[in-house]
């Protein structure tokens, strides 16, 4: 969040609002790389359109968690759990047209890559290496994969950090 677009909002806030946004995602058991894509729309929303309230902020955090679990969630939370999550401060139909307005802002561009994405590519291709097979051949998930590269093997402590 930039200082100079939103300049009534401070760190301290948006530290606030990640830290329910977080609760929110495990309450739902929503994915890791969910909440990474909500916090990524989160910020480019901000970050093109100055001026946002500080009595909407929580609806952009909540219309970040809803269209970031329809985009990675196998089966997203109904909008009533996000509903709920908000303590009766918005409505349906207020976090639907939000979610619009967060869509034509960012002008859908809605799958940017992640830490999560990125990392869990890097092990794929540890692991297809580690198994003897040849990374070229490998068409998952569309990830990288760099045939030949010598990218070194990460720490168990970053593989188990990221198996969840």
């Avoid at 979610?99 to 692991?127: D, F, I, Q």
């Avoid at 990830?143 to 168990?156: D, N, Y």
Wanted: glycine share 6%; proline share 7%.
């Amino acid at each position: 969040m930039n200082a100079r677009q939103q300049p009534h909002l401070s760190k301290k806030m948006r530290v606030t609002l990640l830290d329910w946004m977080t609760e929110v995602a495990a309450e739902y058991t929503l994915k890791r790389e969910t909440l990474h894509i909500a916090v990524n729309l989160l910020d480019r929303y901000l970050e093109k359109c100055p001026g946002v309230a500080r009595n909407r902020l929580q609806l952009v955090g909540i219309s970040s968690l809803f269209v970031a679990s329809k985009l990675n969630e196998v089966m997203p939370p109904e909008l009533s759990a996000f509903v709920l999550a908000c303590k009766g401060h918005y409505d349906p139909e207020q976090i639907v047209r939000f979610e619009h307005r967060m869509l034509r802002a960012l002008k859908w561009a809605l799958c940017p890559p992640t830490s999560c994405a990125a990392a869990r590519g890097m092990l794929r291709s540890v692991y297809l290496r580690a198994e003897g097979q040849d990374e070229a051949n490998y068409d998952g998930c569309g990830f990288f994969t760099i045939s030949g590269s010598t990218s070194p093997k990460p720490p168990p402590g970053v593989v188990s950090a990221l198996q969840g």
